[in-house]
T-cell receptor, first 111, second 114 residues
């Protein structure tokens, strides 16, 4: 079992819709959870992080964490074609700062 | 703050040659990380530093790889006797735990071993 799992996609949504990206992790000691966006050929760009159960909102983005289910998600409201990218989920354990990444989900937003 | 910078941005080398990459973190960030990313995969952790101390190194990292951060500012990653399997994007990130757990990535160095 991979430590951080994501559906590779592509996930296709129409412009203006809500995109829902999901991630599961295997280490119950995981403490911090991050979402990065990566455009083709570019480096990852931090969107937001979460470490408490529940929801955290930042503009059009909402991260949701459920530690009991070992599940974290990212919702993108009012999706735009410029949101088309690969979204990486990353997890940090309690005793280390290293990030364990999933393979990413490719999102396509069509006009 | 200026962002994380990496040099060079691209490197093409022949198998068996040594290469060295440089990373300059965001100023006042005392933690610096190296990751490697291949096509279709997420970044894979290699090693990280707090100031000049190397705190953790991936078990996947062969002894051909070495990293240093001698003065607690910039860092170098050296790969000796490169192999075709070393072809990847090498990413550097930095953070300041006093301000939060966020790691910010530089633009990366793309290595091609021919």
């Amino acid at each position: 079992q991979k430590e951080v799992e994501q559906n590779s996609g592509p996930l296709s949504v129409p412009e203006g819709a809500i995109a829902s990206l999901n991630c599961t992790y295997s280490d119950r000691g995981s403490q911090s959870f991050f979402w990065y966006r990566q455009y083709s050929g570019k480096s990852p760009e931090l969107i937001m992080f979460i470490y408490s159960n529940g929801d955290k909102e930042d503009g059009r983005f909402t991260a949701q964490l459920n530690k009991a289910s070992q599940y974290v998600s990212l919702l993108i409201r009012d999706s735009q074609p410029s949101d088309s990218a690969t979204y990486l989920c990353a997890v940090a354990s309690y005793n280390t700062d290293k990030l364990i990444f999933g393979t990413g989900t490719r999102l396509q937003v069509f006009p | 703050d200026t962002g994380v910078s990496q040099d060079p941005r691209h490197k093409i080398t022949k198998r068996g040659q040594n290469v060295t990459f440089r990373c300059d973190p965001i100023s006042e960030h005392n933690r610096l990380y190296w990751y490697r990313q291949t096509l279709g995969q997420g970044p894979e952790f290699l090693t990280y530093f707090q100031n000049e101390a190397q705190l953790e190194k991936s078990r996947l990292l062969s002894d051909r790889f070495s990293a240093e951060r001698p003065k607690g500012s910039f860092s170098t990653l050296e790969i000796q006797r490169t192999e075709q399997g070393d072809s990847a994007m090498y990413l550097c990130a930095s953070s300041s735990p006093d301000r939060g757990p966020e790691q910010y990535f530089g633009p990366g160095t793309r290595l091609t071993v021919t």
